[in-house]
């Protein structure tokens, strides 16, 4: 939809303007990058520097972080010399280049999503981008920040710009007060479900509305990490007081009187009451049930009190085969009730549900009581880790039978070696449930952490308010 | 980059929704250097079991189809995982064209940086197309520059953003256009120094 200059503008617009340096005739823009994270994987990206002989642009404004490859269990143990030469080739790409890498010995290491928000290298107005999916994240802030490949990365790091085109605005307000238990994972898998995993394609989402607003930085970048799982390559909150009070202080921040400064011009970072919207999704909040995933796709997504779907009850015949394959892969009966499906492990970790809130959330319904089955739990940043065990998180999840570990991406995507095995079935805080993702036939379930928890005590997909309740 | 302008050759069938970049290349072979090839491990969990021989009902590994330079697929191909190694797998396979009716924002983007075309078609026209490869294996001629894809004389259009149509149909790279617009470039960050003054991350 156009919308001239000087009209009403969506909060998507306003980040656009700012950042435009060139637009062509044929409406690409040329963009300035405010902030670029690289991990293990940008080796072919950098690869492509040394073709041309080129050095990275602005090394000032580049981070690195190790968190792809980086093992979790890290005391007396060898890495694996393939995975080394991923930690090594970040090592010597990021040095020799004068970028400051958040690399495997140091304090702040973690997770990019987790690490960029808690250094306050994330800030409101800004745009963050970083070779992968889950760049959304970091919209939690008022950013506009969105996940590229290794062609646009090495074009990031030899110009600090990207050329675009202006995305389509989408708004989804979700308004009311949700229910105890339920939180940003329960809100953003409705939504997939709903929209599917493609609903968003094309589009920047602006998430609006009171339960939007009530929810914690943390739950905030939940939801935008999992924008992409709608197909929206960014999702974003304008920024407010909450946005505000957790920046203050932080590393990579402003000071003093020049924070409280930026902070008048973040708070400005808001849609104008009359912009409008390519498309709008409205979500009641009270509706919003706990959800899980029950196929291979996030939109495979149902309310936990629900059975899993029938493709005999499907008219349309290629979503009905679609249904049969995911039921297939996932060894799952149609009309079998989600609190029937037994597990085998879990795992609490990821960009999408690592952070302390998280940690706090599990460790709740699992103190005092005891897994039925093993599990994983990796905090998201060494920081957050820190943290954790200064409240004794580690060790409710250590009495509960699950093994405390170090930072990564880890179980998520595997790539460090910590897997599902073949044909097991895990309930995980992670955003993609595909095939194969969490190891070569590992059969995943995507739920909050306090649903991870539930699933782990009671050794099945469960309620987890029931377990809440017991306790209040 | 290599042009992509007409291209005849053999169509091979996906009849899958969401085939996504995990899928496309799983992620534990993306340690390799891309000059060994990525060819051998697209869509290697769909296509080998875990024995490593290959799952003879899969389309890709019927000899009808084992060469084809085209797929046509359902819908949200792509999605997921940024993985650029998707379309390396594709590319390193042979691949040139991707049919669908619709595709992973970064999975395309990717692609039309590697000189793979994503075609988008209607839902409708996919099916057509699915069926019509899975009745009798036959080539397709994919043509940007008219923006239609034929074959025994059915024709079905498809629509790909004007400006990835022109890098491909020329070959074109980003960079060396960036890098010719270097005095822009420094006009604006003399000018956001003033404007956002917070953007610049405190550093010591």
């Not at chain 1, 304008?238 to 990579?252: C, K, M, Q, S, V």
């Not at chain 2, 059915?154 to 004007?162: A, G, H, L």
Request: proline fraction near 6%; glycine fraction near 8%.
């Amino acid at each position: 939809m156009a919308q001239s200059p000087s009209g009403p503008q969506t909060l998507f617009d306003k980040l656009w303007d700012s950042h435009a340096i060139v637009t062509r005739e044929d409406e690409q823009t040329l963009l300035w990058v405010d902030r670029h994270f690289v991990h293990e994987g940008s080796f072919h990206a950098f690869n492509k520097l040394k073709e041309r002989s080129a050095k990275v642009s602005r090394p000032d404004l580049t981070f690195g972080i190790a968190d792809h490859y980086v093992p979790t269990r890290r005391s007396g143990r060898s890495i694996d010399p393939a995975i080394q030469n991923m930690l090594d080739q970040l090592e010597r790409n990021t040095s020799e280049n004068g970028v400051m890498l958040f690399g495997l010995n140091d304090p702040r290491q973690g997770i990019v999503h987790v690490v960029g928000p808690e250094q306050g290298l994330t800030l409101p107005g800004l745009l963050m981008v970083c070779g992968d999916s889950h760049t959304s994240t970091h919209g939690a802030f008022g950013a506009w920040g969105f996940g590229i490949g290794a062609s646009e990365v090495a074009h990031v790091l030899m110009t600090q710009t990207l050329w675009q085109r202006k995305p389509k605005r989408m708004r989804i307000s979700v308004d009311g007060t949700l229910a105890p238990g339920i939180g940003a994972k329960d809100i953003a898998l409705s939504i997939i479900a709903r929209i599917g995993a493609d609903g968003a394609q094309g589009h920047a989402v602006e998430y609006a509305g009171s339960a939007i607003r009530a929810l914690s930085m943390e739950g905030r970048l939940t939801l935008c990490n999992l924008s992409i799982e709608a197909g929206a390559r960014c999702g974003m909150v304008a920024p407010d007081e909450t946005t505000i009070n957790y920046l203050r202080g932080r590393p990579f921040a402003p000071k003093g009187e020049y924070f409280e400064r930026a902070a008048e011009d973040w708070l400005r970072l808001m849609s104008d009451e009359d912009a409008q919207f390519d498309r709008e999704i409205v979500l009641d909040a009270s509706e919003i049930e706990p959800v899980v995933t029950w196929g291979v796709s996030p939109e495979d997504a149902l309310p936990i009190t629900t059975a899993v779907p029938d493709p005999e009850s499907i008219p349309d015949s290629g979503k009905a085969a679609q249904i049969r394959d995911a039921l297939a892969y996932m060894d799952l009966k149609p009309g079998q009730k989600l609190t029937d499906v037994r597990i085998d492990r879990v795992f609490i970790g990821s960009c999408t549900n690592s952070r302390i809130e998280d940690l706090r959330a599990a460790a709740k319904v699992l103190s005092g009581r005891k897994a039925k089955v093993p599990g994983l739990v990796s905090p998201g940043s060494s920081l957050v880790k820190q943290q954790a065990e200064a409240e004794g998180l580690d060790q409710i999840f250590r009495d509960a039978g699950l093994e405390w570990v170090e930072s990564g991406c880890s179980m998520c995507v595997g790539m460090n070696g910590d897997i599902v095995q073949p044909g097991e079935r895990c309930a995980s805080t992670t955003n993609r449930n595909f095939k194969g993702r969490q190891g070569p036939g590992a059969r995943t379930h995507l739920m909050s952490p306090a649903m991870v928890a539930a699933a782990a005590v009671t050794g099945h997909l469960a309620d987890v308010r029931p377990l809440i309740e017991e306790r209040s | 980059m290599q042009p992509f302008q007409c291209l005849t050759a053999t169509a091979c069938p996906l009849p899958y929704a969401n085939i996504d970049t995990d899928q496309l290349i799983p992620a534990r072979f993306m340690k390799r250097s891309r000059a060994e090839g990525y060819g051998s491990f697209l869509l290697h969990d769909m296509r080998f079991s875990s024995d490593g021989s290959e799952i003879p009902g899969f389309p890709l590994n019927r000899p009808d189809w084992r060469n084809a330079q085209i797929v046509v697929a359902r819908r949200n191909f792509g999605a997921g995982s940024s993985r650029e190694a998707a379309v390396y797998a594709l590319v390193d396979y042979g691949v040139r064209c991707v049919v669908a009716p619709s595709f992973g924002d970064i999975f395309a983007s990717n692609a039309v940086n590697n000189g793979l075309l994503p075609a988008c078609v209607g839902e409708h026209d996919a099916e057509s197309l699915i069926r019509l490869l899975e009745a009798d294996a036959r080539e397709i001629t994919v043509d940007l520059q008219a923006q239609n894809i034929t074959t025994n004389g059915v024709s079905t259009p498809f629509t790909v953003d004007p400006v990835w149509r022109m890098k491909l149909l020329n070959g074109w790279d980003d960079i060396d256009l960036t890098l010719s617009q270097g005095e822009a470039i420094a006009q604006f960050t003399a000018n956001d120094a003033k404007k956002r003054p917070w953007a610049v991350p405190r550093t010591g």
